[in-house]
């Protein structure tokens, strides 16, 4: 199960909802080990895509030696879809290289990227997709 705050969630949301048409992608960070996203940390689609995202190669060394840096990893990886559901599509599964990580979709295909949004959250381990209960706690 992915346990994240509210703000948190409200800011992956808003992130995903500010870059549609294109999809919008990030992480959010938390100390190692400790399965508890606590750092938002949006990031660039490199590829300015409505239908497929990547992270920029130089913000993501950026960002990887700066989780280094403060002992933390990416507990949530997320990315938005802006026509289609919120389900890893067969590229998102390929590319899935943290095994421990909660991989977010959120689905911007309702009403423009203004409307109801699906926030769905899934393990992905060596290309399974299992998809995980969302609890949505108050900030600490």
């Given amino acids: 199960m992915l ?8 800011a992956i949301v808003a992130h995903a ?6 999809e919008a992608c990030g992480i959010v960070a938390g100390p190692e080990g400790s399965d508890r996203p606590e750092r938002f940390v949006p990031m ?3 590829e300015r895509s409505p239908t497929f995202f990547r992270f920029d ?9 700066d989780l ?5 990893e990416p507990v949530v990886i997320y990315h938005s879809h802006t026509a289609t559901e919120a389900y890893p599509s067969r590229t998102d599964i390929s590319y899935a290289s943290e ?6 979709v959120v689905s911007t295909r309702a009403d423009e990227g203004q409307g109801p949004v699906e926030f769905r959250s899934f393990r992905i381990v060596d290309s399974v997709v299992t998809e995980e209960d969302v609890e949505v706690v108050p900030p600490t």
């Fill in 3 to 10: 346990r994240i705050d509210r703000t948190t969630y409200e």
């Fill in 17 to 22: 909802r500010k870059d549609h048409p294109d």
């Fill in 44 to 46: 660039e689609n490199a």
């Fill in 57 to 65: 190669p130089q913000e993501q060394f950026r960002v990887w030696r």
């Fill in 68 to 72: 280094d840096d403060r002992d933390e």
């Fill in 99 to 104: 095994p421990g990580a909660h991989y977010v």
